[in-house]
T-cell receptor, first 109, second 116 residues
Framework: DAKTTQPNSMESNEEEPVHLPCNHS???????IHWYRQLPSQGPEYVIH???SNVNNRMASLAIAEDRKSSTLILHRATLRDAAVYYC??????????FGQGTRLTINP | DTGVSQDPRHKITKRGQNVTFRCDPI?????LYWYRQTLGQGPEFLTY????????KSRLLSDRFSAERPKGSFSTLEIQRTEQGDSAMYLC??????????????FGPGTRLTVT
């Protein structure tokens, strides 16, 4: 399974943008880049996914580098409810997800 | 659509006892996954079903673990002769299958198992 590298933790302030980086230098051409997040005491929750192009949805934006070896999850205006562990995962289609340790995001009021 | 549900939410058992967890996926979701999560770690894949067929099992799933999905609806995960190392959150997820192959997984709230 292709691996990803994320910072262990990040901190930001409420109502400011947050950029969560992910490195995946061994990504293959058919790997999708997924982001899930896990709020305290809950199961993981899908955030966004992409293959080559940048993606936007109501929760976040995903910026993918041209060589696909890195990506950034962007939360445009962080709220306290965005405090969670964010996981960057590579997967091909409807297969198992291989989670790393993720980035623990703290939002300061 | 009420989402993925799991029962029980919490289970405390003594070492050596058997436990069974249930997962009810979102209706009409063909795929059902089980993951295990220990404190401070990301979830680890255990096994998954497509309809009633168990298609993949992780090496983490020892002989004491068994999962079923009769009739392709709900699933059960049984742990026999529990050990303290089995203490973890057991997560269930489900997903549909589309021809594009790329779908998100919907997770339940998990069952927290404590083995004393």
């Amino acid at each position: 399974d292709a691996k990803t590298t994320q910072p262990n933790s990040m901190e930001s302030n409420e109502e400011e943008p947050v950029h969560l980086p992910c490195n995946h230098s061994t990504i293959s051409g058919t790997d999708y880049i997924h982001w899930y997040r896990q709020l305290p005491s809950q199961g993981p929750e899908y955030v966004i996914h992409g293959l080559t192009s940048n993606v936007n949805n109501r929760m976040a934006s995903l910026a993918i580098a041209e060589d696909r070896k890195s990506s950034t999850l962007i939360l445009h205006r962080a709220t306290l409810r965005d405090a969670a562990v964010y996981y960057c995962i590579l997967s091909q289609g409807a297969q198992k997800l291989v989670f790393g340790q993720g980035t623990r995001l703290t939002i300061n009021p | 659509d009420t989402g993925v549900s799991q029962d029980p939410r919490h289970k405390i058992t003594k070492r050596g006892q058997n436990v069974t967890f249930r997962c009810d996926p979102i209706s009409e979701h063909n795929r059902l996954y089980w993951y295990r999560q220990t404190l401070g770690q990301g979830p680890e894949f255990l096994t998954y079903f497509q309809n009633e067929a168990q298609l993949e099992k992780s090496r983490l799933l020892s002989d004491r673990f068994s999962a079923e999905r009769p009739k392709g609806s709900f699933s059960t995960l049984e742990i026999q002769r529990t050990e303290q190392g089995d203490s973890a959150m057991y997560l269930c997820a489900s997903s549909p299958i589309f021809w594009t192959g790329m779908v998100e997984q919907y997770f339940g709230p998990g069952t927290r198992l404590t083995v004393t």
